[in-house]
């Protein structure tokens, strides 16, 4: 199986940009999804984005839509998340995970792997 590490979280001014990635190792035959989800405390995960490998599909949240930018590089096995404009509702736990479907999706029962997270804090 594939192993998923985030990296790129941190603390952010209102407004300023972070740039997430997402490297994934080990055995990524089975995996054609790599989706970004996030989980703000006390509320449910949140679906970011998602990109196919092959092709290059995209789906963005509503929320995300034309701020933030998901992309791939598939020599590197990594996928990134570049967030613009962010606001303090942007604050959460942002976790990749992986899916064998073979178009993006939002649900989150359809990723069987998931990073460990990475802690993005926008302040006002």
């Known amino acids: 199986q594939v192993q998923l590490v985030e990296s790129g979280g941190g603390l952010v001014q209102a407004g300023g940009s972070l740039r997430l990635s997402c490297a994934a190792s080990?055995?990524?035959?089975?995996?054609?999804?790599v989706g970004w989800f996030r989980q703000a405390p006390g509320k449910e995960r949140e679906f970011v984005a998602a990109?196919?490998?092959?092709?290059?599909?995209?789906l963005y949240s509503g929320s995300v839509k034309g701020r933030f930018t998901i992309s791939r590089d598939n020599a590197k096995n990594t996928v990134s998340l570049q967030m613009n404009s962010l606001k303090p509702e942007d604050t959460a736990v942002y976790y990749c995970?992986?899916?064998?479907?073979?178009?993006?999706?939002?649900?989150?029962?359809?990723?069987?792997?998931w990073g460990q997270g990475t802690q993005v804090t926008v302040s006002s």
């Open positions: 995970a992986s899916s064998g479907v073979t178009s993006p999706t939002d649900y989150s029962g359809y990723y069987a792997l």
């Open positions: 080990g055995r990524t035959g089975s995996s054609f999804i």
């Open positions: 990109i196919s490998w092959t092709g290059g599909k995209i």
